[in-house]
Nanobody, 122 residues
Framework: QVNLVESGGGLVQSGGSLRLSCAASGRASTTYTMGWFRQAPGKEREFVAA????????NYADSVKGRFTIFRDNAKNTMYLQMNSLKPEDTAVYYC???????????????WGQGTQVTVSS
């Protein structure tokens, strides 16, 4: 079992930046592939980004490529999502997702956080 806790969401103006964090606890959590998903009101949950356990491989949704960066610090058992050039359409609840050792394209993973709200005003 892995426990995932997100933080860092909030309200930001269009063009601004936010950094989300996902603190992981549990057995072998530093060896797991992890990722971020988001869900906007009335829409399905969608993939945002994923990262391998070592951080050497990443995968991004086309909608965030060049604006968002996923990275992790295994010494701190924490994964991050740096979000730059935010747009109103990035408004959503962002979920941390992780667990297992699948590839960064074979998502979603078994465990979910509770989510953190990101709101981008125009």
């Amino acid at each position: 079992q892995v426990n995932l806790v997100e933080s860092g969401g909030g309200l930001v103006q269009s063009g601004g930046s936010l950094r989300l964090s996902c603190a992981a606890s549990g057995r072998a959590s530093t060896t797991y592939t992890m990722g971020w998903f988001r869900q906007a009101p009335g829409k399905e949950r969608e993939f945002v980004a994923a990262i391998s356990w070592s951080g050497s491989r990443t995968n991004y949704a086309d909608s965030v490529k060049g604006r968002f960066t996923i990275f992790r610090d295994n010494a701190k058992n924490t994964m991050y999502l740096q979000m730059n050039s935010l747009k109103p359409e990035d408004t959503a609840v962002y979920y941390c997702n992780g667990g297992g050792h699948r590839s960064t394209t074979d998502y979603p993973y078994p465990f979910w956080g509770q989510g953190t709200q990101v709101t981008v005003s125009s």
